[in-house]
């Protein structure tokens, strides 16, 4: 079992850039692939960004690709997701989660641990 914690939420100007962490407890933290989501005020809870255990493998959102990147330091137990360019279309609540299966998966079911979320706001 893993717990998660996200943190590095704020306010941000559009175009601007923010860096999401999301800590993690355990000692087999390598063993988890860990997924980013967004949900904002209305709508489905979405997958922006996963990456494997090993940090081999990384999976994007369309929306995101090219803006947002996934990464992981299983030294620190953290995973991070840098957000550049960000428009108005990014404002949400972030979620980190966890599953131990080696794929990365786009389904927020897939998925057995999860954070509380932190809020991204951005102005224009």
């Known amino acids: 079992q893993v717990h998660v914690v996200e943190s590095g939420g704020g306010l941000v100007q559009a175009g601007g850039s923010l860096r999401l962490s999301c800590a993690a407890s355990g000692r087999t933290f390598s063993r988890y692939t860990i997924g980013w989501f967004r949900q904002a005020p209305g709508k489905e809870r979405e997958f922006v960004a996963g990456i494997s255990g090993s940090g081999s493998s990384t999976r994007y959102a369309d929306v995101v690709k090219g803006r947002f990147t996934i990464s992981r330091d299983n030294a620190k137990n953290t995973v991070y997701l840098q957000k550049n360019s960000l428009n108005p279309e990014d404002p949400a609540v972030y979620y980190c989660?966890?599953?131990?299966?080696?794929?990365?998966?786009?389904?927020?079911?897939?998925?057995?641990?999860w954070g509380q979320g932190t809020q991204v706001t951005v102005s224009s």
């Open positions: 989660a966890g599953h131990e299966r080696v794929l990365v998966t786009v389904t927020p079911l897939t998925y057995d641990y």
